[in-house]
């Protein structure tokens, strides 16, 4: 802890009571001084670089590059990424990988370069190697993509980690996307993110930094290739970035520019090119499948904070029965806990929990409980007992228990970097699962407490296991939250196991794909929050995040009827669609806002459900390849600069293109197309792109628009599976996925396979496999026809 949280911590508590303004000094003061006598001063530094080339020992995929000072170690995948790590560092252990690395491709050998540096030739990209240490990355055709060079190390003359930097050069046209969850976004413009995980202790609006979700992930966007890199260490850092600018006439490109400074932890890095499909598609094979949501997980779902009891929960549920409206989840906050103690449901204000959760379960509803990490230190609390008994909480550098103020109170923290720690908290969520819980939102994870807003609750000198490797939590912070998801996740794989677990985060790291989602936090109710809200989630969709979302409205304030209708139809449009009212927000159900703001939420809500089929093909796909369910207007065409511009519009999958209205007062909009021909799902007014065009949108709706061609599953009115296809442009052809899914288990369904196309005057859709085409096994209802004279 610096003397910067210090000011942020006792500013965070200006509005709280004085007990608890007592306890965050107390807990403040605590930190700094466990971590002023454990964590030595770094005093003075030697600076150090990598010298000149000496020699390289080729090896598989690659090899070792030796400098006078440092050595270069140097890896293709066979899945096409290309590792390098300095100072011998290798790709393990890693906390991002999914397993092993993946095993190198024989096909890339070390070579010499020119002017004495050394050169890896693979099957998508070049790594060259200059005799001082810089490393390019190359297409195929030779152009120069990334550009990183000599890094600088400052090592403590007296012993301990060294901090380092890295300076990266981009082309002039490249744009930068990427590092988990940003206020500001998606593009990100010049400045300087920190990477830390942080709890801002308010609502939160474009330009807060840093937020509850950070990666050393960018994916960098330029008209040559799409290149993904990764910086593989947890340690706090910040990434400085300068676009680039090309120049006018005869003068000079300035390229663009990133300088990443980390405060310890190795120097390597994975490197992905190619199209951004591709590119994620070798991010997901290198850390993970995204976790596949059971089908009600694509619903509507709800939280309401504070339920005071089980009445007040079922009034809830029955004001959306009453009003038609449909709901998939109910989520449960802490309010609902036995004194916040534990994982224990308070029996005496919630005594038939578990009758009420399978009376909504036949309902169609499931109920979602929230998990902190923090564990009370009460007497007679049975997780604290087992916990204690087990050595699984934090300590630290004296052995004894790091302490901190949380919503339980006196609370501590198990270390989840442990193996047997992980172990011990997921058979933990038995008992919620005994109490008919469905699914879980971990919070507070960073983690963080109501008293170290700005900073970690636990000091930076507290111990951790790291899977035995030891550590302290300078390198255990970023990881924490995902540690917990993945013992959350495993945990129920097991008490569970023909379920698909349901876990969304508010923190973690990359890799927590893996284990489930992301909630957004603390979004600011006004139109600002409105527009973080979508970049966060396309800013962890890139980061192969693909399922997210924010509640709906914002966290703090009702905000007017138009603000939380315009948001409640972009939430409609998102993977988690989290509708939120409480304390804080108020009342702030759809019926509480008027007739009218009712009943356009009941069409967005349809919609929604109309979709779902899609939804959940989007999530299939997402598991199968790493594509975000939510994708930048530039997905399939990063070569077109204004939609690498263009981040208030997105597509949703490839057939859907949402125009969310994120100004008060508008009912029309521009929308940026990609090129090709829309249809306003609305009108079936037709488009042609690539350029810009002006839509109605009325307070009714937001602008969707459907590709031509376009082949999306939907529910029909009979509750079956229909084909909704959009006339393809005369004399082109289009298509579209299908994946029927059970609603949950693990069975792998059949990714079936449409193709439509002009016959005549007729739109033909067919159905390919592997004996050939045939007829559709769905009903097919044809779009966009109208003034063709055409016929289906």
Request: glycine share 14%; charged share 25%; with cysteine.
């Amino acid at each position: 802890m610096d003397g910067r949280d210090l000011v942020r911590s006792v500013k965070a508590v200006g509005s709280a009571g004085a007990t608890q303004r007592l306890r965050t000094v107390r807990a403040a003061w605590r930190r700094r001084r466990a971590d002023a006598a454990a964590l030595p001063s770094r005093g003075a530094e030697r600076a150090r670089v990598p010298g000149a080339v000496q020699g390289a020992e080729p090896g598989p995929g690659g090899g070792t590059v030796r400098f006078s000072r440092s050595e270069l170690r140097i890896l293709v995948a066979v899945n096409g990424a290309v590792f390098w790590g300095w100072d011998g560092a290798g790709p393990e252990p890693s906390y991002a990988l999914a397993g092993r690395c993946p095993d190198p491709d024989p096909r890339a050998v070390l070579e010499p370069d020119k002017d004495g540096g050394w050169r890896v030739v693979a099957e998508r990209v070049t790594v060259a190697v200059s005799r001082h240490g810089a490393v390019e990355v190359r297409t195929p055709g030779g152009v120069t993509l990334r550009r990183d060079l000599p890094p600088r190390w400052w090592e403590p003359v007296g012993g301990g980690p060294a901090r380092w930097m890295q300076r990266s050069e981009v082309s002039a046209d490249a744009r930068f996307f990427g590092l988990g969850g940003r206020s500001s976004g998606p593009r990100l413009g010049d400045g300087t993110y920190r990477l830390w995980n942080t709890d801002p202790g308010r609502p939160f609006t474009p330009g807060d930094d840093p937020l509850h979700l950070t990666m050393p992930v960018q994916l960098v966007v330029a008209d040559a290739a799409t290149h993904l890199v990764f910086h593989d260490t947890s340690w706090d850092g910040t990434v400085a970035l300068r676009e680039g600018e090309e120049g006018a006439g005869s003068g000079h490109d300035r390229a663009g520019r990133c300088e990443l400074r980390v405060d310890g932890g190795p120097l390597r890095c994975w490197v992905m090119v190619g199209t951004p499909a591709r590119v994620l598609l070798a991010w997901a094979s290198l850390t993970g499948a995204p976790a596949l949501p059971p089908a009600w997980a694509l619903g509507h779902q709800h939280v309401r904070r504070g339920f005071g009891d089980e009445q007040e929960l079922r009034r809830a549920v029955a004001g959306y029965r009453e009003h038609g409206l449909p709901l998939d989840a109910v989520h449960l906050d802490g309010a609902h806990f036995d004194g916040h103690q534990g994982f224990t449901v308070d029996p005496g204000r919630f005594p038939k929990l578990p009758a009420f959760a399978k009376e909504l379960r036949r309902e169609g509803i499931r109920l979602v409980s929230v998990v902190d990490p923090a564990v009370n230190v009460a007497p007679g609390n049975a997780v604290y007992d087992s916990g204690e008994a087990l050595g699984a909480f934090v300590r630290d550098a004296c052995g004894e228990l790091v302490h901190g103020v949380a919503r339980p109170g006196e609370a501590v923290y198990p270390d989840f970097t442990h193996a047997r720690v992980r172990k011990w908290w997921g058979g933990l969520y038995a008992e919620r699962l005994a109490e008919g819980f469905a699914g879980f939102w971990h919070d507070m994870n960073e983690p963080t407490s109501f008293t170290a807003f700005g900073e970690s609750t636990l000091p930076r000198s507290a111990r951790h296991s790291l899977d035995e490797r030891g550590g302290d939590h300078r390198e255990a912070h970023n990881v924490y939250a995902l540690c917990m998801a993945r013992a959350a996740y495993e945990g129920l794989r097991e008490l569970a196991p023909q379920e698909r677990p349901f876990v969304v985060s508010r923190s973690g790291w990359a890799g927590m794909q893996r284990f489930g989602g992301a909630w957004s936090g603390g979004v600011a109710t006004g139109w600002a929050g409105l527009r973080t809200s979508l970049s966060l989630v396309m800013g962890l969709g890139l980061c192969g995040v693909p399922y997210s979302g924010p509640d709906v409205g914002g966290r703090d304030g009702t905000g007017s009827p138009e603000l939380y209708l315009r948001w409640f139809q972009l939430g409609s449009y998102l993977p988690l669609f989290r509708t939120q009212a409480g304390p804080r927000a108020g009342r702030r159900e759809p019926w509480e806002f008027g007739a009218d703001t009712l009943e356009h939420a009941r069409v967005a809500l349809a919609e929604r459900r109309r979709l779902l089929p899609y939804f959940m093909t989007l999530a299939h796909l997402a598991r199968r390849t790493g594509a975000p369910y939510v994708r930048p207007l530039w997905w399939s065409a990063p070569e077109d600069r204004v939609l690498r511009d263009c981040g208030d519009a997105f597509l949703l999958g490839d057939c859907l293109l949402v125009a969310p209205v994120l100004d008060p007062g508008a009912d029309r909009r521009a929308v940026q197309l990609p090129r090709g021909l829309w249809y306003d799902t609305a009108t079936e007014q037709a488009y042609e792109g690539p350029g810009q065009v002006l839509v109605d949108a009325p307070v009714a709706r937001i602008p969707v628009l459907a590709r031509a061609g376009a082949v999306i599953p939907v529910r029909g009115e009979d509750g079956c599976l229909e084909l909704e296809v959009w006339a393809p442009a005369l004399g082109r052809t289009g298509g579209g996925l299908v994946v029927q899914d059970g609603g949950d288990g693990w069975d792998e369904p059949e990714i079936e396979r449409y193709t439509a196309r002009w016959e005549g005057r007729r739109v033909v859709v067919e159905r390919e496999g592997e004996d050939g085409v045939r007829e559709p096994s769905h009903p097919v209802r044809v779009r966009g026809l109208a003034g063709r004279g055409a016929q289906t």
